[in-house]
């Protein structure tokens, strides 16, 4: 029986087991927090038919005005760096800066890290612009269903993202792509998502459950079943035991955390840090850990790693570091 007949015959709990009982053997005892660090809020594609930013697109009159600071950008990477978080990418829309900015933030933040970021800045044809700042380059492919890919991301083709992956794997980088579920696939699909990391040989697979955004096709759907989410995550685990996973779920779903690591998570991700530091449901995501068997890397609720409201490493940065602080620890403690 393969895992995808274990799915349909309801013997998830099973699968789940095998993928835990590997996942321990293979030493992956320790959950990280992942940060995605965003540039912007502008796309210049703007049609992936479930995405925040394509209900922003045409209220964005200057795309430039959509550009975060880059000191604030900055000061959330200080932020993380004091929590333990890691940077699971440096990430924006199509267009929204240039190369050579891209290249100055992530040389930035590698500084005062030390360690190398991924990249997810859609499909791009300059990956010799970047060098050891940079550790692998992420494809937001999304589903790897061919059909329901045209339907839901029209502008960024699977072969076109694949393409780069391989010109990164060419330059030396590592390969991860993004996959959601809920968007309409099917447990069948789990076979291309197989294929498509075998073919281009990825070594990072970042899944994230549908959020149903406002005013996308997808408002009135609902999230992907905790047990469904785990059995694709299990599946991966158990087909490829090296791969790295990182799993994302919503406030509204922290309940997923726990069975996701035991399906075989490294890392978690999709909160918003600053908000939910000192609250329950920072608490609730330290306990899931904590009832998975696992150790975490990385902190909710610990007051004092917040640190100074000065910068470590530029006084430009203070104003932002101040305002994060203050909302992490507003009418918490």
């Known amino acids: 029986m ?8 309801f013997e998830i709990l099973d699968l789940i087991a095998k993928a835990n009982k590997l996942s321990l053997k293979k030493g992956y005892d320790t959950i990280s927090l992942e940060r995605a660090i965003f540039l912007s809020w502008w796309c210049d594609k703007g049609d992936c038919s479930f995405c925040y930013m394509s209900t922003q697109k045409n209220k964005i ?12 950008i900055l000061a959330e990477v200080e932020l993380c760096k004091r929590l333990g978080w890691n940077i699971e990418f440096l990430s924006g829309g199509y267009d929204s800066f240039e190369t050579q900015e891209i290249k100055s933030i992530a040389n930035k933040i590698y500084e005062m890290t030390e360690n190398k970021l991924w990249l997810n800045i859609g499909i791009t044809e300059d990956l010799e612009s970047y060098g050891e700042e940079i550790i692998g380059i992420t494809g937001a492919a999304e589903t790897t269903d061919p059909k329901l ?5 029209p502008s960024k083709s699977l072969d076109d993202i694949g393409n780069m992956l391989n010109k990164a794997k060419d330059l030396g980088f590592k390969r991860a792509i993004t996959i959601i579920l809920g968007l309409g696939e099917t447990l069948q699909d789990i076979d291309y998502l197989i294929q498509y990391i075998k073919e281009y040989n990825v070594n990072r697979v970042i899944f994230y459950s549908l959020n149903p955004h406002k005013d996308t096709e997808f408002e009135n759907s609902s999230q992907p079943a905790s047990l469904y989410y785990s059995g694709v995550v299990a599946t991966i685990r158990l087909t490829f035991p090296e791969i790295e996973i990182i799993c994302g779920t919503w406030t509204d779903n922290l309940a997923n955390i726990g069975p996701l690591i035991l399906s075989g998570a ?5 909160f918003p840090l600053f908000k939910m530091f000192g609250t329950k449901y920072g608490k609730r995501v330290e306990e899931e850990v904590y009832w998975a068997g696992r150790k975490l890397k990385g902190t909710f609720t610990k007051e004092k790693m917040l640190g100074s409201l000065n910068s470590k490493f530029d006084s430009d940065l203070d104003p932002f570091i101040k305002r994060y602080i203050k909302e992490s620890m507003n009418n918490k403690y």
Not at 2 to 9: F, L, Q, T
Not at 149 to 153: D, E, G, P, T
């Open 2 to 9: 393969n895992y995808i007949e274990e799915i349909n015959n």
């Open 266 to 270: 490294n890392g978690i991700t999709k």
């Open 61 to 72: 009159k200057d795309p430039k005005k959509a550009k975060r600071k880059i000191e604030g």
């Open 149 to 153: 890919h045209v339907k839901i991301c």
